[in-house]
């Protein structure tokens, strides 16, 4: 069978966890034999590559990028240029490389694939694996688990662009500013979420995100749904003594280590992290928080408080073996928290909460704690039972790898993936 897999951004541009994602995605899938090419703009890398058993063609495209997480201004993936030209190159690779399928990535290549669709005929599919295609900043998740109803242009001028002012962007935009854009991004969603019904069939990276979709109405219509949990990009678990030396590192030894990983963000909920510690420390003086990531929620500066900023994904290995739990906090839906799969693979116990994809992974006093979203008093209590209890906090985590390698094997994922694909090849 040959693929492609299309996205806006590909590794040695890499914004997010999707690119990465995508690439373990295609060697995975060479790895069963598929004839497997990436079709992504070219940012300023080479315009054709081949890695692990997948070829990447990169296509001309007149804006450059330094490699690493800059991104383009969202103005311009928004723009039907972008979607035209993209489709067209799309189009051209499909047909060079006889494709059989067309699988667009992420929402920025949904409308790029249909045109090449219509041009060629292959069958399209879509990954969804966010909130992003009912808004970019979809403040309403942040309150609930869908669309609301009354969601229009009224409310998102008069309450959603506020809140998301208040929260993300007040000292660094200016009000009028972010409602602009807020609404731009607003109606770009809105656009694309016509097209879903469109593709021969949707995937989610879990049931939560479906769900959510499903709940908020954008799935009516839709031809094929699947749950296809994401295929981890390949790690090396840290070693004791790694975990030591980390320790040693940043000053850790002797102390029980709560760890955080992600964006500072009120989506993330790490102020309800930061709020719950000194109620975590009354009962257990000797805790200290890590902190690795960085954004917009400030934190504060105490000696129980540890800001290490972002570090390469070797070091987190490492952090999470050093770690005796791992805080999951999201307020926003995370679809299949990338953090939590890496931490329980190493064995740790996660506390987490009940949105989205989290409860697959984390089932409440089995492999790990879950408690409501916003909530750091239910928060300070979970920590404050796993670092009291270190029979419990082993016992969940020795469960939680075990679930990884039982629930989200790659395998499974491939199998089901593949025979989607085949499944649409015949529609």
């Known amino acids: 069978m040959k693929v492609c897999l299309a996205n806006e951004y ?121 909130g992003s295609l009912i808004d970019p900043s979809p403040m309403c998740l942040h309150h609930g688990d869908r669309r609301p109803d009354d969601c229009g242009v009224r409310k998102l001028w008069g309450e959603c662009s506020v809140e998301y002012f208040d929260l993300y962007m007040r000292g660094r935009r200016s009000r009028l500013m972010t409602k602009l854009a807020f609404l731009a991004g607003w109606l770009d969603a809105c656009v694309k979420q016509r097209f879903l019904r469109r593709v021969d069939a949707v995937v989610g990276v879990s049931d939560g995100i479906l769900g959510i979709y499903g709940r908020s109405g954008l799935l009516d219509g839709v031809r094929r749904l699947r749950t296809v949990y994401t295929i981890p990009p390949p790690t090396v678990p840290a070693t004791p003594e790694q975990a030591a030396d980390v320790r040693r590192a940043y000053g850790l030894e002797g102390r029980r280590v709560v760890l955080y990983v992600g964006k500072f963000s009120p989506g993330k909920g790490t102020g309800d992290l930061a709020e719950a510690a000194p109620r975590i420390l009354k009962s257990v003086p000797d805790a200290v928080f890590v902190f690795v990531g960085d954004g917009v929620t400030p934190l504060p500066d105490e000696p129980w408080l540890r800001r290490l900023g972002p570090l390469p994904n070797a070091e987190v290995l490492a952090l999470y073996a050093a770690a005796d739990v791992v805080v999951v906090p999201s307020v926003i839906p995370d679809s299949l928290s990338r953090v939590i799969l890496e931490a329980m693979s190493a064995g740790r116990a996660v506390v987490g909460t009940r949105v989205g994809g989290t409860p697959e992974l984390v089932v409440d006093g089995v492999t790990g704690l879950l408690v409501r979203p916003h909530s750091p008093t239910e928060l300070a209590r979970a920590v404050e039972t796993l670092l009291l209890d270190e029979p419990l906090r082993h016992a969940l985590g020795a469960a939680a790898r075990k679930r990884v390698e039982s629930h989200f094997d790659p395998e499974t994922s491939l199998d089901r993936l593949l025979a989607l694909y085949d499944e649409v090849r015949v529609r």
């Open 10 to 130: 590909f590794p040695p541009h890499a914004p997010g966890g999707t690119e990465w994602s995508t690439q373990a995605l295609a060697a995975a899938l060479a790895g069963r034999g598929a004839q497997v090419v990436v079709a992504t703009p070219n940012y300023g890398a080479a315009p054709v590559e081949e890695s692990a058993g997948f070829v990447i063609r990169r296509f001309s495209f007149p804006f450059k990028r330094p490699p690493g997480r800059t991104v383009l201004p969202q103005r311009m993936l928004q723009s039907p240029l972008f979607a035209l030209w993209a489709g067209l190159q799309l189009a051209r690779l499909v047909r060079r490389e006889g494709a059989d399928v067309l699988h667009a990535q992420n929402k920025h290549m949904l409308v790029p694939s249909l045109i090449a669709r219509w041009l060629t005929r292959v069958p399209v599919l879509l990954t969804i694996r966010d």
